[in-house]
Structures are given as C-alpha cells and as structure tokens.
C-alpha cells in the first residue's frame, strides 16, 4: 500500500539530534531572562539571514504577533487592520493585546491583502496593519508601507508561512516596522514550536525582549506588563541547523512548485498559485482554487484526494470573521469581504514540501486530474 503523502513533514537528521544532544549535555535548558547562549546565536543568525538589526526569539509565532502588538500598548478603541483568510491566530492576538481586529478584502490573484480594501478600512482609531504573507507568497508591500506612513501607522508582517520569501529584493520580516515568524512543525523550518520578531527599531527590539519575560527591563525589575515568551535552549539549537539548511528547502519547494504546476497546467478546472513579477513565494503551502466550485465540491474532491492517500488540506475553510468568537466579541461593522468569501469556498492545498518526490507529484497530478474529470 503506498504510504501517504503529507500535507507537510519535519525534515530532521543527525544534525539536529546532535544539536539537541548538546544542549542536554550542557545542562543549560533555559535562561530565566530568555537569552541562554543558543537563543543569542540563533537570534543572530536570524537577524543576518532576514537582514535586519535585532531578531527576538520567543515561545510561538502567536507569541510573537501578541508581543510585537503589547509592544504598540494598544488602547481599547484602537484598531488593527488585517486579513480575515489566515489563521486566527493574527486576530488573537489583536484581542489579547486589548485592539479591535478590523477584517479588509484580500487580492483575488495572491489571496493576500488588498490595499484598497486597506485604504477603505482606515479610521482615525487604525493604529496598525497587519499583511500577511498568506502560503509564503509576499503581501503587496510597497504600496502598503507607502498608506501606513502617509497616516502614522505601524506595519507588523505576518511572515509565519513565508521564511525565505522575496519582495521585491527584500526578505519579508525586513519591510514592516515588525516582522513576525512561526517555527511550527508545518512551516519551511521548524523548531517544533517556537517564533521570532525582526525589526530595525531598536526601541521596539528592547520592549520585546523585557515582554518576552514579563515585562522586566532587569532581574525582577518589571517595567511594562509582559508574559513567559522565552524560548529554549533546546529549540533555539534546532533553529539554528534549520536555518541553515532553510535554503535547500526552499529550492525543493519551488522545485516541487514548478512541476507541479506544469502537471497541472493544462486543468481548465484550475486556477493555480501565481507568483507576481518581484515577488518570490516561498512555497509554504500550494493552493489552487476549483473554478466557480462551492465548498461542499471543494471538500468532495479535497476527500477524494485523501481517499487515494494524498493529504490535500483547506487553508483556510472559515475566514476568521466568520468564525463564532470573531462574530460576537466586538461590533465587526459588517464589510464587503465578498472575494474573501468566494475564494474561502474554492481554495484547497496540495503536497510539495522537500520530502515530496517528483514520482509524488505526478502522482498527486494523476489522481486529482482523474477526480476532476468525474465531476
């Protein structure tokens, strides 16, 4: 029987066993300010490969987007623009920060935030934006840096799917005021959990780092409110032999991309991930759209595809603005989110992570064409 192909898989070797094996050795697990000698290299690794002046290292990439925000010190009327297809987690975090998450329209060719939308969502209550980097391919950030200064407003990138991705030149994580990252198990790499924030802003970088632990600008000095965002020894060992081998999983996942794509080019049925002219994806995950489907056909053929042991997967099937919670904690003035509706009802993600072989993907190419044909 042949074995399933994941939607995503973790790619460790001896390296990384060797990594972990130290640290225990070491008997260093943790630093009660939360920069034990491995978190420090990793953040400074990080830092250079993003190219940046400080990275801060803490316990998840939610950790991450709810500190860079607590660093903002929202006020209770204050409003935080973003994308309502990704993950809860960015509107989380907005709440726990004590904002109002406010959903805009998303750009129906990358799914990523629409600047107009952006625009018509402003109010004199905006204090951030929030773009994300939906399946690793880059928000349009040019224009949206361009509004954000024009008003006084902060940027914090959502980079959680995106190490690695181009804009324009610039790594993403670089752009914004912030940029905020996940080293989850799904992500291009991984330190099981885990996150980091890049900024050249070295006030925020400092407000980061005491939030990270508590607030404390020094031992048991507790300046502002913060939380137990320190990040291990142990995972900041990982992140480091990650890091490193980042850029040969990047070039599998574009290669893997690429076929894909030509596998499944001439499927009128299709609309497949597009990747703008300076614009570089990181291919987090690969997302097509079935063509005026709704989402009880998406979901037939995303079942099918399982059926024949190739874990396809919908990111994501609820927009947050239609998810309970999101519905009912704050007067969400109800918005034009039509493309974000439609798009949520039709999109479903495909295999292409490094361990997925070429005979894979013609496999999976094979087998969702057959599934096509039928309905």
Known sequence: MRETIKINDVCFDKEEFKA????????????????????????????????????????????ALHAALMALDLKPKD?????????????????????????????????????????????KNTKAIIPVHLYGLPADMDPIMELAESKDIVVIE?????????????????????????FYATKNMTTGEG???????????????????????????????????????????????????????????????????????????LILPKEPEGFTHAWNLYTVRVKGANAT??????????????????????????LPFYMNIHNNVKKDLSITEKVSHQIFSLPIHPKVSFEDIEYISKNLKKILGRM
């Open 20 to 63: 972990v094996e130290e640290v225990l050795k070491s008997g260093i697990l943790t630093d009660k300010n939360g920069m034990g000698p491995k978190v420090l290299e990793f953040e400074r690794s990080f830092a250079s490969y993003i190219g940046v002046k400080y990275a801060i290292a803490v316990s998840s990439g939610t950790a």
């Open 79 to 123: 409003e935080v623009i973003l994308p309502s297809l990704t993950f809860p987690a960015a509107a989380e975090a907005v709440v726990l920060a004590g904002g109002t998450p406010v959903f805009a329209d998303i750009n129906e060719n990358t799914y990523c935030i629409d600047v107009e939308s952006i625009e018509d969502s402003i109010t």
């Open 158 to 182: 959502d980079a959680a799917q995106a190490h690695g991705a181009l804009y324009k030149g610039r790594k993403v994580g670089s752009i914004g005021d912030m940029g905020c990252f996940s």
């Open 195 to 269: 996150g980091m924030i890049t900024t050249n802003n070295k006030e925020y970088a400092e407000i980061l780092r005491a939030i990270r632990n508590h607030g404390e600008s020094r031992t048991n000095w507790n300046t502002r409110l913060g939380h137990n965002y320190r990040m291990s020894e142990i995972q900041a060992a990982l992140g480091i032999v990650q890091l490193k081998k980042l850029p040969d999983f990047l070039e599998k996942r574009r290669r893997n991309a690429k076929k894909l794509t030509e596998e499944l080019n001439d499927v009128d049925k």
């Open 297 to 322: 056909k998406r979901n037939k053929i995303v079942a099918k595809l399982k059926e024949k042991g190739i874990n396809a997967a919908v990111y994501y099937e609820t927009p947050t603005h239609l």
